[in-house]
């Protein structure tokens, strides 16, 4: 089985999660950019997914081209390893986890929850964790990347 880190980048900070293929999340968080590149230049991970920008035709802004640098820079790291990057649309996620393009953030977040067979409550709580114990805000979209991603590994071996 395979090791993925997955990303949700951002312009200043990105969310993280090191995802095994089994359906075990190992670590996740958020960070600043420059530590990402740290914990990517050093990861034991074999794989790295990361949410690929899309433009649908509107107006963006200074953050959205600095997030495509970020996403960029991470890309280039994990080459200059001699690896190449899964990139992921957001689109993919919706398709994967949800069955429509439509999804938004409160219904991949509940098949995800669904997928590992948590509850809603038990992702917070300590005393009676479920496997998604500690996952939260930019976090959710790199756990959404991560299973993706190993779901397009699976049908291309």
């Given at each position: 089985?395979?090791?993925?880190?997955?990303?949700?980048?951002?312009?200043?900070?990105?969310?993280?999660?090191?995802?095994?293929?089994?359906?075990i999340v190992f670590g996740s968080g958020v960070k600043?950019?420059?530590?990402?590149?740290?914990?990517?230049?050093?990861?034991?991970?074999?794989?790295?997914?990361?949410?690929?920008?899309?433009?649908y035709g509107m107006a963006v802004g200074r953050e959205v081209f600095e997030t495509c640098e970020w996403?960029?820079?991470?890309?280039?790291?994990?080459?200059?390893?001699?690896k190449s990057a899964h990139l992921v649309y957001r689109k993919d996620v919706k398709m994967h986890l949800c069955g429509t393009p439509r999804a938004k953030d409160a219904n991949i977040r509940q098949a995800l929850i669904d997928l590992f067979g948590g509850k809603e409550k038990a992702v917070r709580r300590k005393a009676s964790p479920?496997?998604?114990?500690?996952v939260k805000s930019h976090v959710w979209p790199a756990l959404g990347v991560a299973v993706t991603a190993a779901q397009k590994l699976k049908e291309a071996a």
């Open positions: 089985m395979t090791t993925i880190l997955a990303i949700d980048p951002g312009n200043e900070e990105s969310g993280w999660c090191l995802y095994h293929t089994d359906g600043p950019n420059e530590i990402m590149l740290e914990e990517i230049r050093y990861s034991a991970a074999e794989e790295l997914a990361i949410e690929r920008i899309a433009s996403a960029g820079e991470f890309r280039g790291l994990w080459r200059l390893r001699g479920s496997p998604l114990y500690g």
